[in-house]
C-alpha cells in the first residue's frame, strides 16, 4: 500500500515534469532545426524516463535498485528542473503573442530561455555537489505563557533525519556535527530516520555522533525509514534483529532512544515532559505511534514536549488530543531537499503532500517545528532546502501571563 501511494506520488511529479519538458522544446525548435539535435533531446529524455519508471516498480529489490534510481532523479533534476523553470519566459511571451495572433515565436527570447536555464543547471550543479553539506543554522524563538519559569531561556537543537547510508564525506558529515555542538544548547533532540534501510549503515558514524553532547540529555526517535521496511529480508526474524541492532547504535551513540513513552527533564526543581512516539504518517506510512500511551502518565497541567517524525501526526492527532501537548518538532519531509526559501519566500513541490513542511506552525496555541533534515536520501544533493540544524529557544510569555 505504501509503496503504491509513493509510486503515484512520484507518477504525478515526473509527468508535471514533463509537461514542462514539452514546452521547452519549442524554444529548441526556435534556435535550431537540426533534427539530429531533436531527435537527441527526446531519445535522452525518453530513456531517462524509462529508466525511472522501471526502476521505481522494482525498488524494494534492495539497495542497488535504490542507488540506482538515486542516480536517476538526480539526472532527472539536471534535465528537467532547468527546462521547467526557465520556460517561465516562454510563457510570459504567450501572453503577448496572444493578443498579436500567436506570431513565431522570437529568436531572442528563446535564446534569453536557453540562458536561464544553463544558470539553473549551474545551481543544480552546486546543490548535487556542494549542497547536501551544505549546512544551515536556523533559530526560533517560542513563547509560552505557562513555561515553568526554571526554562526560560531554555535551548534546545533539533536534528532529523541523518539518512546514514547515503552519507560518503567523513569531513563534511563532520563538519556538520560540530556545528550541532557549537550551538551549546541545553538539550539535543533528534527526530528520526536515523539510517535508509538497515542498521549496519551506522557502524562507521557511530563514533562521531557519540560526540555529540547536551547538558541535559540526548533524546531520539525512530523514523518511517528506521523500521526496515523499504527493503527485502530473508526473514521476519532478520529485519526485526535489525530493528533491534538500530535501538542498540542509538544506546552507543547516547541517545535515550523513546518508544511510545515520556520522561522527565528536570531544572531547578521544576520539570517539562519530553515525549517521543515512534512513526505514525498518513497516506499509507505506518502507525506506529501511540500518543495515548506515550501521555498515560502525565498530568493535565505539565508542559509537553513531543518528538514525532512525520508531521501529518500533528494535524491528524497531536492537535486534538485529550493532553494539550505545547510544542511538537517533526522532521521526514526533507524539504523535498528541492525548493526556494530567499527574503521569506518558501516555495518547494512538497507543500503540495504536506500541508507543514519546513519551519514553524502553529494552532490553537500549540507549536510545530518541522526540520529539513540533517542529511539526505533519493536524490543525492540538495538544491534550494538546504540541510539544517534547529535551535530553539523557550520563552515565558509573562505579558499573555499576567493577561
Same mark, same amino acid.
Given at each position: 500500500m505504501l509503496f503504491i501511494y509513493m509510486a503515484k506520488r512520484f507518477l504525478l511529479i515526473l509527468s508535471l515534469f514533463l509537461l514542462g519538458d514539452i514546452y521547452f522544446y519549442q524554444a529548441v525548435v526556435t534556435i535550431t532545426q537540426n533534427p539530429a539535435l531533436h531527435l537527441s533531446y527526446w531519445v535522452i529524455d525518453i530513456l531517462l524516463v524509462a529508466g525511472i519508471i522501471s526502476t521505481v516498480f522494482i525498488l524494494r529489490a534492495g539497495n542497488q535498485v535504490q542507488r540506482l534510481l538515486s542516480l536517476l532523479l538526480t539526472a532527472?533534476?539536471?534535465?528537467?528542473? *532547468?527546462?521547467?523553470?526557465? &520556460? =517561465?519566459?516562454?510563457?510570459a511571451e504567450d501572453v503577448f503573442r496572444l493578443f498579436r495572433g500567436f506570431p513565431p515565436r522570437s529568436l531572442y527570447i528563446s535564446e534569453a530561455t536557453l540562458a536561464l536555464a544553463g544558470l539553473i543547471f549551474l545551481i543544480i550543479i552546486f546543490g548535487v555537489t556542494r549542497g547536501k553539506h551544505f549546512y544551515r543554522i536556523k533559530k526560533e524563538t517560542i513563547y509560552f505563557p505557562d513555561l515553568p519559569e526554571a526554562f526560560d531561556g531554555f535551548t534546545i537543537t533539533q536534528i532529523s533525519d541523518v539518512h546514514s547510508g547515503s552519507f560518503s564525506d567523513a569531513k563534511s558529515v563532520q563538519k556538520g556535527l560540530d556545528l550541532v555542538n557549537s550551538q551549546n544548547s541545553d538539550l539535543l533532540l533528534f527526530t528520526g530516520d536515523l539510517v535508509n534501510n538497515m542498521a549496519s549503515e551506522m557502524d562507521q558514524w557511530?563514533?562521531?555522533?557519540?560526540?555529540?553532547?547536551? *547538558?541535559?540529555?540526548?533524546? &531520539? =526517535?525512530?523514523?518511517n525509514h528506521d523500521y526496515g521496511d523499504y527493503i527485502r529480508w530473508e526473514s521476519n526474524a532478520a529485519k526485526e534483529a535489525n530493528l533491534n541492532r538500530l535501538k542498540e547504535v542509538h544506546v552507543e551513540t547516547g541517545f535515550k532512544l523513546l518508544l511510545n513513552e515520556a520522561v522527565e527533564i528536570n531544572k531547578q526543581g521544576e520539570s517539562v515532559a519530553l515525549i517521543g512516539v515512534e512513526n505514525w504518517g498518513k497516506g499509507g506510512f505506518h502507525q506506529y505511534g501511540d500518543l495515548k500511551k506515550a501521555t498515560s502518565k502525565l498530568t493535565d497541567?505539565?508542559?509537553?514536549?513531543?518528538?514525532?517524525?512525520?508531521?501529518?501526526?500533528?494535524?491528524?492527532?497531536?492537535?486534538?488530543?485529550?493532553?494539550?501537548?505545547?510544542?511538537t518538532l517533526a522532521g521526514h519531509t526533507h524539504g523535498m531537499q528541492f525548493g526556494i526559501e530567499l527574503f521569506g519566500f518558501k516555495w518547494s513541490p512538497i507543500k503540495y503532500f504536506y500541508k507543514q513542511w519546513a519551519g514553524l506552525y502553529k494552532q490553537g496555541?500549540?507549536?510545530?517545528?518541522v526540520n529539513r533534515g540533517f542529511g539526505f536520501h533519493g536524490l543525492r544533493g540538495r538544491i534550494g532546502i538546504w540541510p539544517e540544524i534547529t535551535v530553539l529557544t523557550l520563552k515565558r510569555d509573562r505579558f499573555n501571563q499576567l493577561a
Open positions: 532527472m533534476l539536471l534535465i528537467f528542473i *532547468p527546462k521547467v523553470f526557465s &520556460s =517561465v519566459i516562454l510563457s557511530i563514533p562521531m555522533f557519540t560526540k555529540l553532547k547536551a *547538558p541535559y540529555g540526548k533524546y &531520539s =526517535v525512530l523514523g497541567n505539565s508542559f509537553k514536549i513531543l518528538m514525532s517524525h512525520d508531521p501529518s501526526h500533528w494535524d491528524e492527532v497531536t492537535v486534538d488530543h485529550e493532553q494539550h501537548v505545547h510544542l496555541g500549540k507549536y510545530l517545528y
